[in-house]
Structures are given as structure tokens and as C-alpha cells.
């Protein structure tokens, strides 16, 4: 059997029923053999396993479940989202349980350094629903490092107009530097005499270029559709996605791209979600 994200959406398409059945996304009644790893309440919610004896497939995708009672993507809580991931990054910060899930299934972790990673995003307008399968890098139009510095930046510039102060350019830079990693932040915080650890969480919200539900800002995401979105910034992208896509067999499939407002073209393979 083959894995990958594109069998991961096939079976969605299949399955497309349950979309309206189940409260909440993580209910979805997903086939199981697809993947290395299931988590709860943790980034990434699910990891498709690695093929082995695939020259089109890697598979390993990681999947984020991201669901909504509006068309607003809901908030990204901890983990920035972005489009690729170093596994053994997550597999330091998880504690090891994602790595030993991995294992037990005898997946060769190591074969597959750098993950591409997508977001399961189910988003309801009344009785109107969008399911949209999108990678990563539809919200990633800025790396996470860049974010964080410029972010810390901003606050340290505010602080420093208001209490009138200057520092040096170099110390600046360097505050920025040490301060734009994302782990800085994960870590509990022990301080002498206090009662409490203190943990800095960052919480990420999607602006409106980025807002794929915004029937607005992304018309060709139709009401009560299921779509697949994948990155095609050159010619030679859009034919390795056609080719992948068509060995699903699915019929009934709209496909066309659309031009994000911040990131380039992204090819979307759309279909009805029906009742």
C-alpha cells in the first residue's frame, strides 16, 4: 500500500460523508493504517507513514487538524505554522512519545529528515462548510525566525520610545538574534522562591491574506467543497503534482490555482463535499 498526502486526501473524498457528522474534526473516522503517529492536543495531530518502494510517493507527511465554527482559520497555539519541519526537532520537544510510536510501527525515523507539513482546516458559515487539505507554506510567507525577531523587535522598540532610551545598533541586533528562536519560548521557566513555573506560549493568528476560508479574499474556494492545496511556483512543480494526482484515479475533480496575496500560485484539486 502506498502513503502519502494525496491518499490521505482520496480518502477524505471517499469518506466525505462523516465531514458533516462529527462535532469536532478529530472525530473524523480516519484510517488508522495510514500513519506512524496519532497525537492528541500535541503538534503534529497525525504523521503519515514513509514508503519505502515508492519513487513518487515519500510519504511522512505531518497533518495538523485545524477546525473552525466560522470561515476563520482558528488560532495556531504553540507551534508556528509553517511548511517544513526538522522531524528530530519535534521528536526533542515531544518528549520522545511521537518517536516511539515511530518505532514500534518499525518506521526507519532518520530515512526522512525534513517533513512536509499540511493542515486538515474545516471551516462552517450556517450550513455552508469548506474542508481544505492546504500546506504549510500557505501560511508560512515569512520563516518563523524572521517572525519572531521582527516581532520581538517591534516590542523592544516601543519599550525603548517609551521610556526614552537608546541602545547601541549591535546590542540590538544581537538581542533580536538570541530572542527569534521558537524553543526560547517552550521551555518552563524555574525561578528561585517562586511558587509557579512560567512557560511563554505563542499563540499565531491568520491574517485576512491568509485566511483561505475568506470567500472574499479566495472566491475559488467554493461553499461546501473539499480541496487540496499544494505550492506550484514553477512549471516543473505543477507537472510532478498532476502526475502524483492522477495516479488517485478520482474523477469528478476541479482543478485550477489560485494566486495567494503574499506567496505566489497554489494548485488546488476541488471537489463537491455534497450533504
Given amino acids: 500500500m502506498c502513503y502519502s498526502i494525496y491518499h490521505f486526501f482520496k480518502y477524505l473524498i471517499t469518506n466525505k ?27 503534529p495531530d497525525l504523521i503519515i507513514k514513509i ?21 476563520t482559520v482558528s488560532s495556531f497555539n504553540s507551534t508556528i505554522p509553517s511548511g517544513q519541519k526538522y522531524i528530530d526537532k519535534i521528536i ?36 455552508k462548510t469548506k ?17 519572531i525577531g521582527q516581532s520581538f523587535e517591534q516590542v523592544l522598540e516601543e519599550r525603548l520610545q517609551e521610556k526614552d532610551l537608546n541602545i547601541d545598533s549591535k546590542i540590538k541586533e544581537t538581542l533580536v538574534n538570541i530572542l527569534s528562536e521558537q524553543e526560547n519560548f517552550s521551555k518552563v521557566r524555574n525561578v528561585e522562591n517562586a511558587s509557579v513555573k512560567l512557560r511563554f506560549r505563542i499563540m499565531t493568528e491568520v491574517k485576512p491574506a491568509g485566511n483561505i476560508l475568506n470567500s472574499k479574499q479566495y472566491p475559488e474556494i467554493k461553499d461546501n467543497t473539499i480541496s487540496l492545496v499544494i505550492p506550484c511556483h514553477k512549471e516543473k512543480d505543477e507537472k510532478s503534482i498532476i502526475e502524483r494526482f492522477s495516479t488517485l484515479n478520482l474523477t469528478q475533480i476541479e482543478r485550477f490555482k489560485i494566486k495567494h496575496h503574499l506567496n505566489g500560485y497554489f494548485l488546488v484539486f476541488q471537489a463537491d463535499l455534497g450533504e
Fill in 17 to 43: 460523508q462523516h465531514f458533516s457528522e462529527v462535532e469536532k474534526l478529530e472525530n473524523f473516522p480516519f484510517d488508522d493504517t495510514m500513519f506512524s503517529c496519532k497525537n492528541k492536543g500535541q503538534f
Fill in 51 to 71: 514508503n519505502k518502494d515508492s519513487s513518487l510517493f515519500t510519504g511522512g507527511e505531518l497533518i495538523e487538524l485545524k477546525d473552525s465554527k466560522s470561515y
Fill in 92 to 127: 526533542k520537544s515531544d518528549n520522545s512519545n511521537i518517536k516511539k510510536q515511530m518505532e514500534e510501527i518499525g518506521e526507519n525515523i532518520d530515512s526522512l529528515p525534513i517533513r512536509e507539513i499540511f493542515y486538515l482546516v474545516r471551516g462552517k458559515n450556517k450550513e
Fill in 131 to 147: 474542508v481544505i487539505l492546504v500546506h504549510g507554506s500557505f501560511f508560512e510567507t515569512v520563516k518563523i525566525n524572521q517572525l
